[in-house]
């Protein structure tokens, strides 16, 4: 495995409880990933990261772009203003996919489409890192 030799921590942020539960499962089985927080939407994500001390912070947040309260656009682009390190990738159903983000102002590392398996979301989560 070409990640670190460190367990990585990371954040799901998506409205969708299946998706968050589903997604934590399937990540948590991975051997580099050892911890996981989860979010409901942007807000929610920055108001934890602003909880957390810096060395708590996860290594890469998975991002949806279309929540409420706060949408991944809005939040990716404060994240990566606040914490430039942690990397972001946008995990999202949304039409047109990785073009619609950046054309939306989306400030992501990598986009990974949820219609993808779940080595595929892993693949693009190793390549950011």
Known sequence: MTVSSEALHIMIVDDHELTRCALKHALLHQGFISKIHVATHGKDAITQLRQMSPEHHPD?????????????WAASTWIKEHY????????SAAEGGCRQALQQGATID???????CTQSLIQTIQRVL
């Open 110 to 116: 990598a986009f990974c489409d949820k219609g993808e």
């Open 84 to 91: 430039p390190y942690i990397k972001i990738v946008a995990y």
């Open 60 to 72: 890469l947040i998975l991002m949806d772009l279309h929540m409420p309260v706060m949408d991944g």
